[in-house]
Nanobody, 124 residues
């Protein structure tokens, strides 16, 4: 079955860290641009970060620059989002995504694969 399976969400105190993982099943992630999105209650989904396939072009939402790092391990067919210095406003359901087109991932539309989402809660 072709799918993305996420893990790594949870409850963390402000200032803490989490690493989200997203494993691709049934297809090779090497040929896909990848991204992470989040949706907080009552808000629209927003792009957090994305990275292209071979040339490593990356995008980060301004509010996460310097705190979040997107990466991929093609040997493990896995993408990651390392989140440091977490803030309460980072609380959301985070979803991974993959598409052959970097521009579709950047735009968040017509993306071929989505993960199921994982809850990240930043609270003391």
């Amino acid at each position: 079955q072709l799918q993305l399976v996420e893990s790594g969400g949870g409850l963390v105190q402000p200032g803490g860290s989490l690493r989200l993982s997203c494993v691709a099943h049934g297809f090779t992630l090497d040929y896909y641009a990848i991204g992470w999105f989040r949706q907080a209650p009552g808000k629209e989904r927003e792009g957090v970060s994305c990275i292209s396939t071979s040339d490593g072009i990356t995008y980060y939402k301004d509010s996460v620059k310097g705190r979040f790092t997107i990466s991929r391990d093609n040997a493990k067919n896995t993408m990651y989002l390392q989140m440091n210095s977490l803030k309460p406003e980072d609380t959301a359901v985070y979803s991974c995504a993959a598409d052959p087109s970097y521009w579709r991932v950047l735009g968040g539309n017509n993306i071929e694969f989505w993960g199921q989402g994982t809850q990240v809660t930043v609270s003391s």
